[in-house]
């Protein structure tokens, strides 16, 4: 499977502004759905919860509906890296952030939010809004 390596966390102020990306090992040989997971705190592994995803190939993107509007995915191809830009942060946003990867065809209302259909899987990133 692809390592994926998250970065760019860190503290912001409700209101604020954070990006995260997650850099892919390799080019993938196809197209990919590429999805950020969000553990809240109080949570356990398995009650990670799906925030966006991108289809690495169509550029199509998913949003769970607390966030749309305010975070944007996107997929930079010659880097082999997604990002996450996150404006209007609030306070229930906190959590670590982990990206994950799956075959193109996941990246398909709802199966997107399946933590079980991706295989590979970041080692997590943490936001913090206070």
């Known amino acids: 499977h692809v390592q994926l390596v998250e970065s760019g966390g860190g503290s912001v102020q409700a209101g604020g502004s954070l990006k995260i990306s997650c850099v892919a090992s390799?080019?993938?040989?196809?197209?990919?759905?590429m999805t950020w997971f969000r553990r809240s705190p109080g949570t356990t592994h398995d009650e990670r919860e799906a925030?966006?995803?991108?289809?690495?190939?169509?550029?199509?993107?998913y949003y769970t509906d607390s966030v749309k509007g305010r975070f944007t995915i996107l997929y930079e191809g010659p880097k082999n890296t997604m990002v996450l830009e996150m404006n209007n942060l609030q306070i229930q946003d906190t959590g670590e952030y982990y990206c994950?990867?799956?075959?193109?065809?996941?990246?398909?209302?709802?199966?997107?939010?399946?933590?079980?259909?991706?295989?590979?899987w970041g080692q997590g990133t943490q936001v913090t809004v206070s």
């Open positions: 994950a990867s799956a075959g193109p065809l996941v990246c398909a209302a709802p199966y997107w939010s399946l933590k079980l259909r991706y295989l590979s």
């Open positions: 925030v966006a995803a991108v289809h690495t190939g169509s550029g199509d993107t």
């Open positions: 390799e080019a993938s040989s196809g197209p990919a759905c």
